[in-house]
């Protein structure tokens, strides 16, 4: 069955970076898309952007342009994102989704999503 | 951005039947979908492009409209439907998300 296994809880400090891993199972890797979506009370959900698991391309919503980096490793089916210069506003949970082209790029399967903290 | 309104919050009774909205601020063809996300689990995929319903998703739900306005239906109401339901575009760049509607059975 597929699976979107996402990486522990991270506690940072402000400036830094965290780096979250989404290893995913159960399909072909390169067959699809991986999206990251933010969610935090406040603001809901947020778009962050997508990988192309085959090519490495990748599509970033502006408002995350110098905050997140996405990457993959396609020998091990993991899709990482890195946040870097790190503030309390990037405290959320970060989810990884499946973008699924046959249902219209739809996200049908998610990872269990991984709190971020930003404290001093 | 797409902007995606949806009523925060309704209540209903088991067996009844509840539509949740949802409005685009501009056109999105058919490329609105329905999540469901119950507290502390990630959301799930109900429906996709507007109408069409996602593998092992029961058929109370279901889902219509076209260009802007949209909605998800569930009937009947169960009590395991409380949760909070989110539409999201993929028509247009960014991708966007509705605030979400808590669902909540009286």
């Known amino acids: 069955q597929v699976q979107l296994q996402q990486s522990g809880a991270e506690l940072a400090k402000p400036g830094s970076s965290v780096k979250i891993s989404c290893k995913a199972s159960g399909y072909t890797f390169t067959s699809y898309y991986i999206s990251w979506i933010k969610q935090t009370t406040g603001q809901g959900l947020e778009y962050i952007g997508y990988i192309n698991t085959g090519s490495g391309g990748t599509n970033y919503n502006e408002k995350f342009k110098g905050k997140a980096t996405l990457t993959v490793d396609k020998s091990s089916s993991t899709a990482f994102m890195q946040l870097s210069s790190l503030t309390p506003d990037d405290s959320a949970v970060y989810y990884c989704?499946?973008?699924?082209f046959g249902v219209g790029r739809a996200f049908d399967y998610w990872g269990q999503g991984v709190m971020v903290t930003v404290s001093s | 951005d797409t902007v995606l309104t949806q009523s925060p919050a309704l209540a209903v009774s088991p067996g009844e039947r509840v539509s949740i909205s949802c409005r685009a601020s501009?056109?999105?063809?058919?490329?609105m979908h329905w999540y469901q996300q119950k507290p502390g689990q990630q959301p799930k995929l109900l429906i996709y492009k507007a109408s069409n319903l996602a593998s092992g998703v029961p058929a109370r739900f279901s889902g219509s409209g076209s260009g802007t306005d949209f909605t998800l239906t569930i009937d009947p109401v169960e009590a395991d439907d409380t949760a909070t339901y989110f539409c999201q575009q993929s028509w247009n760049d960014p991708r966007t998300f509705g605030g979400g509607t808590k669902l909540e059975l009286k």
């Open positions: 989704a499946r973008v699924e």
């Open positions: 501009e056109g999105v063809n058919s490329y």
